[in-house]
């Protein structure tokens, strides 16, 4: 009989307990697909004891992850623990330089040292696979690196934090603040543990830069990803944008221009009858526009037990069957530095100011608007008090640049009563 492949799967958490659950439950459905066996031999997490709701019995236990990574008795090392640095990262290293390959969801890591550990695997023949880091359960890996492969990428554009979706449309949906919404998301367990990394857009930029790796053939940049959080989104603005017939969402853009990579995760108003727009609670979405294909949606579960271990499984039994891509699709000493583009297409923004009531204030704003080449679209005041009227403003498309011009003008003059709001409108 085919020699098993087996699996050391280091962290029992949320993913980890789904992929042995898969392991166990299809055993006979993964070794028909991958042409052999796929067994657990041994597994690591912080606490032996804990009742993981599975029977761990049959497995070899190591409190150090490196420990696992180094077994003669793993083929595969499955990292599932998280983390940029510490024992995700030494326990890879591990694993690569005792010739296994790895399979992992940590985007964290990837978007930090994917381009090093992909050099260290590649350099001794192995693979380190991340299906699962990216948007969930979608195959969003293997299609830009697979079934997209005969493509030049013209854009990746999508909702990648399941978190900061849910929040959105949950205030949309219940008429609620961001506060209160993020506190039912942290209840229902939505956060990550720095819940930062959700809200601050930063999780979903670790995928971006990833995905924009895969696409345009680069090192991952992470650093040139231009990120914005939701947390100043408030239920004016979402609540404005629908009365304009627009949704918030966090949306993700990557796009090779001539002055360089795009790479932005930032708040945008989509219309709200697009794809993007009808997304609802934690799904995630990623639209992929490529010269020969035209465009293409994917749509899923982005985290959670099931959609994550299934992506981590289809890695699995891509080792297993013996199909080995390239971390970032091509080897990964191939990946070319590229310089970051600092402004991308003009575009209609919402502006959202709070301005004093007081004569003159509003002429004020228009001026600098006029000053910075701003042409202004749609106007509204509305639900003025005592001290402060909020002034909604839709622009005609313009530049960055010239929207920075106008955004740092208004500091220079004294009528208003709050830091503004600047988001792009994406006509998607
Ligand atoms: P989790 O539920 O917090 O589980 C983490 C596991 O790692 C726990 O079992 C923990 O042990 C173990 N661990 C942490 N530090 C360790 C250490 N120093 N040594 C040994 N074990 C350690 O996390 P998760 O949600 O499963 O996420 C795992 C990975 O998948 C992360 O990279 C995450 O970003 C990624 N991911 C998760 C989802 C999702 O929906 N949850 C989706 C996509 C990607 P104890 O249980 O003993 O504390
Ligand atoms: N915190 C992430 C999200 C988990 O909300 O999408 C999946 O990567």
């Known amino acids: 009989m085919t020699q098993p492949l087996r699996l050391g799967i280091a962290g029992l958490g949320t993913v980890g307990i789904g992929v042995i659950k898969i392991v166990r439950q299809k055993a006979n459905l993964l070794a028909s697909r991958s042409g052999r066996p796929i067994e657990i031999t041994a597994i690591s997490a912080r606490d032996r004891s804990k009742d993981r709701g599975v029977n761990l019995a049959d497995y070899a236990w190591e409190d150090d992850p490196v420990k696992l990574a180094q077994r003669d008795d793993v083929d595969v090392f499955v990292e599932l623990m998280g983390g940029s640095t510490g024992p995700a990262k030494d326990s890879i290293e591990a694993a690569i330089a005792a010739g296994k390959d790895v399979v992992t969801a940590n985007k964290a890591l990837l ?12 350099a001794e023949d192995h693979v380190i696979r991340f299906e699962a880091a990216v948007a969930g359960g979608i195959p969003v890996v293997k299609s830009l690196t697979e079934g997209l492969a005969g493509n030049d990428i013209e854009r990746v554009v999508g909702v990648m934090n399941g978190t900061c979706n849910y929040i959105l449309t949950r205030m949309e949906n219940a008429g609620l603040p961001y506060d209160a919404v993020f506190e039912e998301a942290n209840q229902l367990g939505y956060l990550e543990a720095d819940p930062t990394l959700d809200v601050g857009g930063i999780d979903a930029g670790h995928k971006l830069a990833l995905l924009a790796s895969i696409a345009y ?14 947390q100043r989104v408030t239920i004016e603005d979402i609540e404005q944008a629908a009365d304009m017939g627009f949704r918030v969402k966090l949306l993700g853009v990557a796009q090779m221009t001539g002055r360089g990579l795009v790479q932005r995760m930032t708040p945008c108003l989509v219309p709200a009858s697009s794809p993007f727009g009808q997304l609802q609670n934690a799904t995630n979405m990623v639209m992929i526009e490529g010269d020969n294909v035209g465009q ?3 749509r899923g579960a982005g985290a959670g037990e099931g959609p994550t271990a299934s992506a981590v499984m289809g890695d699995v039994i891509d080792i297993a069957r013996g199909t080995r891509v390239s971390t970032f699709g091509q080897p990964a000493s191939s990946l070319r530095d590229v310089k970051s583009a600092a402004v991308s297409s003009p575009a209609a923004y919402y502006l959202r100011l709070a301005l004093e009531d007081k004569p003159g204030a509003l002429a004020k704003i228009a001026t600098i608007l006029g000053e910075s080449g701003i042409s202004i679209d749609r106007m509204r005041q509305y639900g003025h008090d005592n001290t402060s009227a909020p002034v909604i403003i839709v622009t005609h498309k ?8 106008a955004l740092a003008g208004f500091q220079n003059i004294d009528v208003l009563t709050t830091e503004p709001v600047a988001i792009r409108i994406e006509t998607l």
Not at 398 to 405: E, G, I, K
């Open 111 to 122: 978007a930090v040292h994917g381009q090093a550990l992909a050099e260290a695997a590649e």
């Open 217 to 230: 053939g680069t090192k991952v940049n992470f650093d040139g990803v231009h990120l914005e959080g939701i």
């Open 296 to 298: 293409i949606v994917l």
């Open 398 to 405: 313009t530049d960055r640049q010239s929207l920075d011009n």
